[in-house]
């Protein structure tokens, strides 16, 4: 993995007014052959090339658009648009899922604040957690781009819970409108933003 790639912004550059900040696609799979394998015993087989996949699940198969983008060494998020299913989306996320039954069995239960969900905006599958500084990190999958001209706009109220958490449950806890990291020298002020936060009792 190239960890200063030639378009990638500094800190300064990134918070100067730009809206997205994506890591540039990868051609570090094409000419592979991945193969899915599902519990239900689903096996997709996908064939990399530039910016393209060809796969198979047995019963149909196709060529659509594919970005690869390398997020660490060997670690690649794929996103395939289907071009026979413009809104439908298949997320496999199996490390959060592998990070939850972790944080539950090794004395960590406490530190998983919200979660796992999806939002409804960003349709991210999610989980928040504290770690022992205090800091509240989100943890996310199945969401790279959340901006795209060719789709028709939704429209969201900030009162609806499902903008939030898509499939509804629990809404976001107490501690995360309340609590924050707070850092040296910045002073805390009341939010500027007068809306009432749906929250639970």
């Excluded at 100067?16 to 193969?35: F, K, V």
């Excluded at 026979?84 to 960590?108: F, H, R, Y």
Aim: aromatic share 10%.
């Amino acid at each position: 993995m190239n960890p200063n790639p030639k378009d990638w912004k500094t800190y300064d550059q990134f918070a100067y007014g730009i809206d997205t900040n994506r890591l540039p696609a990868s051609d570090a799979l094409a000419g592979s052959t991945q193969t899915l394998a599902f519990d239900d015993g689903r096996r997709v087989e996908l064939t990399f090339a530039k910016g393209s996949v060809d796969w198979s699940d047995g019963k149909d198969s196709g060529t659509d658009k594919a970005e690869v983008v390398e997020v660490a060494a060997s670690t690649y998020f794929v996103e395939i648009i289907f071009k026979n299913l413009p809104k439908e989306a298949e997320t496999t996320p199996l490390n959060i899922i592998d990070l939850l039954d972790l944080m539950s069995t090794s004395g960590w239960l406490a530190n998983i604040e919200r979660g796992p969900g999806r939002h409804g905006i960003s349709n991210a599958f999610f989980l928040y957690v504290r770690v022992p500084d205090g800091h509240r990190i989100e943890i996310y999958c199945s969401d790279y781009q959340t901006v795209d001209p060719d789709l028709e706009p939704i429209k969201w109220d900030l009162k609806d819970p499902q903008r939030q958490t898509l499939w509804g449950g629990a809404p976001a806890p107490r501690s995360w409108f309340e609590e924050g990291s707070q850092f040296a020298g910045a002073e805390t002020v009341e939010s500027a933003l007068k809306a009432q936060p749906i929250i639970p009792p």
